[in-house]
């Protein structure tokens, strides 16, 4: 776990930080900071470790590598929670470094060469703002769900892109110091979408570098925030999101952005269909009809509609007593 550069890197110069977030981490989070602290660098680099006043013993496990790396690693310890996207925000905002790695504490990286490559991408063309790369999808068990993700090519990306969806996986981001102070107010009321909001915002001044390499483990965790709620949560997430970004986007990619939220009514509507909330579904197919523009989706969207109000119909004739159940 002994690293040189690590150790002997002064505590004044970080090229890069890692902020690493934590709450109730207790059982990843040796993981996650073993994996830093193999990383090969010819640079100093500090690790950030944030808080949100756990209530197990994440922040012993912190402060123990702390003490053995003292010139690297900063344990913040919050007195209460803040949430997690004001966890993320602050924790960022204690980053010295040049670039920010985004690091949770259940995630892991696999590649010692990963914090290098990235910086030198970044230092290469001042015009890239975020670099990414792939990652593998493992389960608490071990067993690989997907060997890689995102499923797109690698390349530069932009607003087009990002707003399309997010195909940028935490573990694997490094970003520019400083965007993260361009997000708007209602980033600390989306929580669990914690990523994506700073993903736009990059993008709004710059490009998104996928790389073509697998370096990091993205732990499908039992009990996520995220990950392990399944479908239907995700798209209510998604469309949450498109209804907040427009109020960040230029006037041209506005348009874009409301198609996109009118895809994920689409979806949520059939998964509440699905599972018989009949009402919902309507109003979520409304939603998806009422894009920008008729031309947006009008095919799906009017499908969508239409066999939302019929099944809603359905219901409430199949509800009905008949003759012979009336007293």
């Given at each position: ?8 890197a ?37 690790i ?10 994440t922040?012993?496990?912190?402060r ?13 310890a ?39 490559i ?28 997907r ?7 690698p ?22 110091n ?8 209602w ?14 915002v990059?993008?709004?001044?710059g ?37 907040h ?32 909330d ?26 969508t509609?239409l066999?939302?109000l ?18």
């Open positions: 776990m002994t690293n040189p550069d690590l150790n002997s002064p505590r004044s110069t970080p090229l890069v930080s890692v902020a690493i977030t934590t709450y109730n981490s207790s059982n990843y989070l040796s993981r996650s900071l073993d994996s830093v602290l193999k990383q090969r660098t010819n640079f100093p680099i500090e950030v470790i944030g808080d949100d006043c756990s209530t197990d013993s922040v012993s496990v912190a123990a590598y702390q003490q053995q790396h003292p010139d690297v690693i900063q344990v913040i919050r007195s209460k929670n803040l949430g997690m996207c004001r966890n993320y925000y602050e924790t960022f905002e204690q980053c010295r470094g040049r670039y920010i790695a985004w690091l949770d504490a259940d995630d892991y990286w696999t590649d010692p060469e990963k914090l290098a990235q910086a030198e991408t970044l230092e290469s063309d001042s015009s890239i703002k975020v670099c990414c790369h792939y990652v593998q999808w493992v389960t608490s068990d071990g067993v690989v769900e060997k890689k993700f995102p499923t797109i090519a390349g530069r990306y932009g607003l087009s892109e990002i707003i399309h969806h997010n195909f940028l996986p935490s573990p694997s981001v490094m970003f520019r400083g965007i993260h102070r361009g997000l708007p107010s980033y600390f009321d989306i929580a669990p979408t914690t990523d994506w909001p700073l993903h736009v990059a993008a709004l001044s490009d998104i570098v996928l790389l073509d390499r697998i370096m990091a483990d993205y732990m499908l965790t039992p009990g996520s925030s995220y990950m392990s709620k399944g479908s239907l949560f995700w798209y209510k997430n998604d469309a949450r999101f498109y209804e970004i427009v109020s960040v986007l230029p006037a041209k990619w506005q348009r874009r952005a409301r198609a996109e939220q009118g895809r994920r009514y689409e979806s949520l509507s059939y998964w509440l269909r699905k599972q018989g009949f009402r919902p579904s309507r109003e979520a197919a409304f939603k998806a009809f009422s894009s920008p523009s008729l031309l947006d989706n009008w095919g799906s969207k009017t499908k509609l066999a939302a019929v099944r809603e119909t359905e219901s409430k004739f199949q509800r009905q007593p008949t003759a012979d159940q009336k007293p």
